[in-house]
T-cell receptor, first 114, second 112 residues
Framework: DVKVTQSSRYLVKRTGEKVFLECVQD?????MFWYRQDPGLGLRLIYF???????EKGDIPEGYSVSREKKERFSLILESASTNQTSMYLC?????????????FGPGTRLTVL | GQQLNQSPQSMFIQEGEDVSMNCTSS?????WLWYKQDPGEGPVLLIA?????ELTSNGRLTAQFGITRKDSFLNISASIPSDVGIYFC????????????FGKGITLSVRP
């Protein structure tokens, strides 16, 4: 079974803090993704990566950065957290090739910024 | 970014009933996926469809890839309380670095 893990299930941070969200997958997937999920807005893509050290902006990259130094790990960084970044953050990964589009999700990190 | 159309936002059914959901797009996709999300958890893949007209079942769930490639349907038969959750559709196109486009999800409630 594909396993995608996220470093924290719940996180509380203060405005202005630097926040790191970690995601690890154990299936040698090429692609990794970070989404945020808010009520009424669905899933919105923040950043994705299709290879080590490669990254692409998604639909809402502002206020975020990412790092992919190893194939299995994809980190989302909030340089200076703000209250409007309070949200559920979901990491996903997928193979390349024919099954490219089938993404497998982690359990999510619920971040609260005070 | 583009989103797929899923409506209504919420559905309420009685235990034992069947329920159908559909998902529509203005764009063509060559992959359709259905996910379910339980409260406080990440979405879990239910069914993946890769061919127009394809009909695939997973237990009490059946999904179809529309022949126009612009829609997909999910049916749940004989609903049970654990079917409660948010059901998302997603469309994708195979290719380098392709992404998924998601619907906003339908929240399903099942009355015992």
């Amino acid at each position: 079974d594909v396993k995608v893990t996220q470093s924290s299930r719940y996180l509380v941070k203060r405005t202005g803090e630097k926040v790191f969200l970690e995601c690890v997958q154990d299936m040698d997937h090429e692609n990794m993704f970070w989404y945020r999920q808010d009520p009424g807005l669905g899933l919105r893509l923040i950043y994705f990566s299709y290879d080590v050290k490669m990254k692409e902006k998604g639909d809402i990259p502002e206020g975020y950065s990412v790092s992919r130094e190893k194939k299995e790990r994809f980190s989302l960084i909030l340089e200076s957290a703000s209250t409007n970044q309070t949200s559920m953050y979901l990491c996903a990964s997928s193979f390349g090739g024919r099954a490219l589009d089938t993404q497998y999700f982690g359990p999510g990190t619920r971040l609260t910024v005070l | 970014g583009q989103q797929l159309n899923q409506s209504p936002q919420s559905m309420f059914i009685q235990e034992g009933e069947d329920v159908s959901m559909n998902c529509t797009s203005s764009s063509i996709f060559n992959t359709w996926l259905w996910y379910k999300q339980d409260p406080g958890e990440g979405p879990v893949l239910l069914i993946a469809l890769y061919k127009a007209g394809e009909l695939t079942s997973n237990g009490r769930l059946t999904a179809q890839f529309g022949i126009t490639r612009k829609d997909s349907f999910l049916n749940i038969s004989a609903s049970i309380p654990s079917d409660v959750g948010i059901y998302f559709c997603a469309g994708g196109n195979t290719g380098a670095n392709s992404k998924l486009t998601f619907g906003k999800g339908i929240t399903l409630s099942v009355r015992p």
